[in-house]
């Protein structure tokens, strides 16, 4: 038996494919292999292998891994199962698109991998969005390939400023805030449209596939990307701010524009920024 090592937060899924690719099997010769009955039918990243207790450490036993470390690295590894199944099963599970995994760093799962292969899917936590070392980004699961990032050096710096954030008491309140809000920006072409856009066609120029996608637009696609050094900032700076304001809406307006590289930023009462500040820290 080959010893064969998930990538942190990779899917089941992905995982079983790439032991069955190992073995020279198809996904269902491999589970039936050690053992594992299979219901129903699923493609990455559309669906998730849901597993039994028995069939994890089945498929623990084969890849030579002790469960607990299967456990940590494929985050859908531990989900429950069908309840009234003892045995050791597997079914496949659609998953929404916001729960989909995306591709992983073709570089970095080539080297887990030993260059065995550069294709992997992950449930990528929102802080691991970019890859700082090998500057790739897969930011919606609907992308076959990842993108690349290197013509946006922001990126890889808002990824080293997100890893900080993570730190504070606040950071989950504060990102989903800030995404909330940036997305909402993006979507109504607010504030920081100019910027953005520009950032948009250096993304699409090094990673032409963007324009190939079908119906979806790169702009959709790639959302997430074009406004992640933004979001940071903004949820790094609503982390700071006093729960309980002792300055006024517009002094916090004042800093978060400076964060922003904004001369000013004057929302409107609709603006999710504008209710952030004036409700949700009372």
Not at 9 to 23: D, G, M, P
Not at 228 to 235: G, I, S
Request: hydrophobic letters at 40%.
């Amino acid at each position: 038996m080959l010893r064969v090592r998930p990538l942190p937060f990779e899917a089941t899924a992905s995982y079983a494919q790439r032991l069955a690719c190992i073995y020279q099997l198809t996904l269902p010769q491999l589970l039936d292999g050690i053992g594992i009955t299979l219901h129903r039918h699923g493609t990455q990243p559309a669906a998730e292998l849901i597993l039994t207790p028995r069939a994890a450490r089945h498929l623990a036993a084969l890849a030579r891994t002790p469960l607990s470390h299967l456990t940590r690295a494929l985050p859908h590894l531990a989900l429950p199962g069908d309840t009234h199944t003892t045995g050791a099963a597997a079914r496949w599970k659609r998953l929404e698109a916001e729960h989909q995994p995306v591709r992983a760093c073709t570089l970095c799962t080539l080297h887990r991998t030993h260059d065995g292969t550069d294709t992997a899917w992950v449930h990528r936590p929102p802080h691991q969005l970019v890859c700082p070392r090998h500057h790739q980004a897969a930011p919606d699961p609907r992308l076959a390939s990842t993108v690349h990032t290197r013509a946006v050096p922001e990126l890889a710096a808002a990824h080293h400023a997100h890893q900080r954030l993570l730190h504070h008491p606040r950071a989950l309140t504060a990102w989903t805030a800030a995404r909330a809000i940036t997305t909402r920006w993006y979507d109504h072409q607010q504030h920081l449209t100019h910027r953005w856009h520009t950032r948009l066609t250096q993304l699409t120029a090094d990673s032409p596939h963007l324009t190939t996608t079908g119906s979806i637009s790169p702009a959709l696609l790639t959302r997430d990307l074009v406004t992640y050094p933004e979001t940071v900032a903004l949820a790094r700076t609503l982390a700071a701010l006093p729960k309980r304001p002792r300055h006024t809406t517009d002094d916090a307006l004042s800093l978060i524009a400076h964060r922003l590289g904004l001369p000013r930023l004057a929302p409107n009462t609709n603006d999710p920024l504008q209710v952030f500040l004036t409700h949700t820290r009372h």
